[in-house]
């Protein structure tokens, strides 16, 4: 019998594993939740479902209480006395384990196939999730997510807080704002043909949509097989078979294009924009206006401040590595300056930038636009610097003089420097002869007297270490892969290499001056006092194009499937006016 194996039991084995499973079964509480044209019901251990609104709140039930919905309609159900396997029907093959004095808050919408959870945060311990195609997670205090299931039977899981998961397929997840939901789904066989066999491929829920043409004329959108034009206040509904509905208008006001995602997991792409990407699930709302000559990207979030807080904001990906997060009512900038990972992002409203390399998070205010350079923010040029110049020869003593006081270090030992003005800073002076310094307090801008007139700025709580050979005139730097910004190098002739987090440059010291030889990691070299549209090398850098010789981190057609959803054939896709 299909899905099913028989077992023959003497009498006694029979009687062994009966008792055995009824000794499971007293460990814990089936609970299940019915939401149906008579409103919601609950289940206690295969019994009747009754009514919730029967349930006075506070009594507790077959060891488990459940306080019925409010005018939010969220329900909650506490495992008293027993640890609870809460079901709900409609999602088949999913289920929450609550241990002993645990409760789950619970929003289903059985018509928009999508569940939605909170973990309390007077919980101690971690609730268990468990999906149909054996996918899990762990849902943390003061943690919530939400379950959208579509009629193919794949879903997302998206969340925020102390929240893990392990996807269908082993690999682990992480649920935040500033990354992918988790997405699953049955397996499915892709025909094959003579030359090769068929191969099987996970259902997921996303929908590619790309955009392209210009915003403030008549832009084009692109969807599986289908392109269409769009005109000024013209809509358009997307639909799929999996249950995907997608508004789309041209809004001739504001020249944007606009998205209402009624249910689905969009991922909007702009041509000429390969770094860029938009994140939309069910209940969001958005609009985009774009401009290929300057390079940028403009995406506001129209959704609900209010909503459910794992679909408050917008994601935005860039070179599918960093993530921007925005909140409701804020748009949210992006200019392409150089390659996929230098830009420059402006704001409205709080905007949090996170680098998944680094962990850090960066806040995007309404000021000046930030420059990003590998994910990170560049030195503020009106940041105030501690100026110090570093002075040693091979094996002899390093000595420090400038704004933080007079230092001598020698080899083999390690120093904090607490200069006059309240600055700090830990050298490390090792046996090889490589000096390494860290700020602890105050930016520094450093002269290095072995490069001849060259100086760094490093920022407060970064790092960098340093060696000099004299004898042979090779000079190198790396920068601590956990700085929060790069370490910038500036020449006499005007250039800024940019040594990103774990990065070296190495450079060859001649009695003319200082030569870079040899790059490590990612250094990017800027003429003083520009970004986009400078010179880099004498090679002019026009918005929007990589230099010569150099590639993009991600094309349209090929992400990054260790972070971002691998893109997967679509199914038929039905556009019809909008409504």
């Known amino acids: 019998m299909k899905n099913c194996i028989s077992w023959l039991f003497t009498g006694a084995a029979a009687m062994v594993v009966a008792s055995l499973l009824q000794a499971q079964t007293d460990s814990q509480t089936m609970v299940r939740l019915v939401l149906d044209q008579e409103g919601l019901r609950v289940g206690i251990d295969g019994k009747a479902a009754l009514p919730v609104k029967d349930f006075a709140a506070g009594v507790v039930f077959s060891g488990v209480q459940i306080i019925p919905p409010g005018a939010d309609g969220w329900v909650q159900v506490t495992a008293v006395e027993r640890a609870v396997v809460l079901e709900v029907d409609g999602f088949k093959g999913c289920s929450a384990q609550l241990p002993v004095k645990h409760s789950l808050r619970l929003h289903p919408d059985v018509q928009q196939l999508w569940l939605d959870l909170q973990a309390p945060a007077d919980n101690t311990s971690e609730i268990s999730l468990h999906l149909a195609d054996g996918a899990k997670a762990t849902l943390g205090a003061a943690s919530s997510a939400r379950m959208?299931?579509?009629?193919?039977?794949?879903?997302?899981?998206?969340?925020?807080?102390?929240?893990?998961?392990?996807?269908?397929?082993?690999?682990?997840?992480?649920?935040?704002?500033?990354?992918?939901?988790?997405?699953?789904?049955?397996?499915?066989?892709?025909?094959?043909?003579?030359?090769?066999?068929?191969?099987?491929?996970?259902?997921?829920?996303?929908?590619?949509?790309?955009?392209?043409?210009?915003?403030?004329s008549t832009p084009e959108i692109v969807v599986g097989k289908q392109r269409f034009a769009l005109e000024a206040n013209g809509g358009r509904l997307i639909e799929l078979?999996?249950?995907?509905?997608?508004?789309?208008?041209?809004?001739?006001?504001?020249?944007?294009?606009?998205?209402?995602?009624?249910?689905?997991?969009?991922?909007?792409?702009?041509?000429?924009?390969?770094c860029w990407s938009a994140m939309l699930v069910s209940g969001q709302s958005a609009g985009a206006l774009w401009n290929l000559e300057r390079g940028a990207v403009d995406l506001s979030n129209q959704s609900a401040t209010n909503g459910f807080a794992t679909t408050r904001e917008v994601l935005i990906r860039i070179a599918n590595r960093f993530s921007a997060s925005v909140p409701?009512?804020?748009?949210?900038?992006?200019?392409?300056?150089?390659?996929?990972?230098?830009?420059?992002?402006?704001?409205?409203?709080?905007?949090?930038?996170?680098?998944?390399?680094?962990?850090?998070?960066?806040?995007?205010?309404?000021?000046?636009?930030?420059?990003?350079?590998?994910?990170?923010?560049?030195?503020?040029?009106?940041?105030?610097?501690?100026?110090?110049?570093?002075?040693?020869?091979?094996?002899?003593?390093?000595?420090?003089?400038?704004?933080?006081?007079?230092?001598?270090?020698?080899?083999?030992?390690?120093?904090?420097?607490?200069?006059d003005n309240d600055s700090q800073m830990v050298v490390n002076y090792t046996d090889t002869g490589l000096i390494e310094v860290q700020s602890v307090s105050s930016a520094y801008?450093?002269?290095?007297?072995?490069?001849?007139?060259?100086?760094?700025?490093?920022?407060?709580?970064?790092?960098?270490?340093?060696?000099?050979?004299?004898?042979?005139?090779?000079?190198?730097?790396?920068?601590?892969?956990a700085n929060a910004a790069p370490v910038v190098f500036q020449t006499p002739e005007g250039f800024s290499p940019q040594v990103n987090p774990g990065g070296m440059i190495t450079v060859i010291t001649t009695q003319g001056g200082a030569l870079p030889s040899r790059l490590m990691g990612s250094v990017v070299f800027y003429e003083q006092g520009g970004v986009g549209g400078g010179t880099v090398f004498g090679s002019a850098v026009q918005p929007n194009l990589l230099p010569v010789g150099a590639a993009s981190l991600n094309t349209f057609g090929n992400p990054n499937n260790l972070i971002d959803p691998s893109r997967v054939p679509q199914p038929g896709v039905s556009v019809v006016g909008g409504k």
């Open 148 to 216: 959208d299931l579509f009629k193919d039977g794949s879903y997302y899981l998206a969340g925020r807080g102390k929240i893990s998961a392990v996807d269908a397929d082993g690999l682990n997840r992480e649920l935040s704002p500033f990354l992918p939901p988790m997405m699953g789904g049955p397996l499915q066989k892709t025909a094959g043909n003579d030359k090769q066999a068929g191969r099987f491929r996970r259902l997921t829920p996303l929908v590619e949509i790309a955009m392209g043409g210009k915003a403030d």
């Open 328 to 419: 409701g009512s804020t748009t949210f900038q992006y200019i392409n300056v150089q390659n996929c990972s230098t830009f420059v992002a402006s704001a409205n409203g709080p905007v949090d930038f996170f680098n998944p390399v680094s962990r850090q998070i960066a806040r995007i205010g309404t000021e000046a636009g930030t420059t990003f350079r590998s994910g990170v923010p560049a030195i503020n040029p009106n940041t105030p610097f501690n100026s110090i110049q570093m002075n040693w020869d091979d094996g002899g003593d390093l000595r420090i003089t400038g704004t933080s006081g007079d230092f001598k270090v020698s080899p083999k030992t390690r120093q904090v420097l607490r200069g």
């Open 445 to 481: 801008q450093i002269e290095l007297r072995p490069l001849k007139d060259w100086q760094v700025r490093m920022g407060e709580g970064d790092g960098m270490g340093v060696f000099h050979d004299s004898r042979t005139g090779v000079f190198y730097a790396t920068a601590n892969p």
């Open 241 to 274: 078979p999996n249950g995907t509905q997608v508004e789309v208008t041209h809004n001739p006001s504001t020249r944007a294009v606009e998205w209402r995602v009624r249910k689905g997991m969009v991922r909007v792409w702009v041509a000429g924009f390969d």
